[in-house]
């Protein structure tokens, strides 16, 4: 009865997650930019910020109980996952032309580079230990630094967003009140996905307790889970400027910036976060 329960409890909060996602945390998103007149770059790295609250969460969580092993494969399914969706959706939307883009291409090779990072460390034997931290730091800003100057080098034409120059680019009354409110949704958003994380990571330690699973497999389910939310923005963004009739690439660049910051947050500053926490836990 108690494994039928628990089975139950996986189901709902799944489904919580992607509904979050889906009806709350994009539209959100796309409000706060088309009211802040963001370009698609920017939009992808918050949506990469904001979809990755729940590895963020199972990370940490793993880290307090001394399941070091369970976050690391997490970060690994996780990274690895978001690539395959994002892969999945440009094909659902027949956008894969834009994969030519040379800064696309830059940035799809910096995210196969955070799936390879960690396989070598397991490959070489080398430990996810504090003395690791400073170079995860350096390899998040070096990345980042990369994208932004590939974007300004290869993207330099302005994107049909910017390219708006009617109403919507003029501060129309009650635009002030859309950006406070829907920024104060977003943290909602955040929390929610935060919360139902928790309970999802506390709910697959105890399957895999009930059957004895390992810490990779409890590390690949969440990882396949904490996923969601990536793959429902994948989609949605280049559904987005479709449906608007607007340049397909632009759709691709934001999916491709939320891709990349989703995997380089997760590996760099989430991973470093879970050691440091693990190393407190053991003082």
């Given amino acids: 009865m108690r494994l039928i329960l628990e089975f139950l409890k996986f189901i709902i909060y799944t489904l919580v997650i992607v509904l979050i996602s889906k009806y709350f945390l ?3 998103l796309r409000k706060l930019a088309e009211a802040l007149k963001l370009k698609p770059k920017t939009v992808g790295n918050i949506t990469g910020l904001a979809t990755s609250a729940p590895e963020l969460l199972t990370v940490c969580f793993s880290s307090v109980t001394g399941l070091t092993s369970t976050s690391t494969y997490n970060i690994i399914s996780s990274n690895i996952i978001n690539l395959v969706q994002y892969l999945f959706a440009v094909y659902l939307n027949k956008n894969q032309k834009n994969l030519q883009n040379r800064a696309i291409k830059i940035d799809l090779t910096m995210v196969i580079f955070t799936i390879i990072i960690p396989i070598l460390l397991f490959i070489f034997k080398i430990n996810f230990s504090v003395s690791i931290v400073p170079a995860f730091v350096l390899l998040f800003l070096l990345f980042y630094y990369i994208n932004a100057n590939s974007h300004k080098l290869y993207l330099n034409k302005k994107t049909s967003f910017e390219n708006k120059i009617s109403d919507e680019q003029k ?22 996905l935060y919360f139902t994380g928790n309970l999802l990571g506390n709910n697959l330690k105890t399957l895999c307790h009930l059957f004895k699973i390992s810490e990779w497999v409890i590390g690949i389910l969440l990882g396949f889970i904490t996923s969601i939310p990536e793959l429902i923005t994948f989609i949605e963004s280049q559904k987005h400027y479709k449906f608007k009739k607007e340049n397909s690439e632009d759709g691709v660049i934001e999916a491709t910036n939320n891709l990349l910051t989703s995997n380089i947050v997760n590996l760099f500053i989430i991973q470093s976060l879970g050691i440091i926490i693990y190393e407190f836990t053991k003082l």
């Fill in 26 to 28: 994009v539209p959100v």
């Fill in 171 to 192: 501060w129309v009354k009650g635009k002030k009140s859309v950006i406070i409110k829907n920024s104060i949704f977003l943290v909602i958003i955040s929390v929610m």
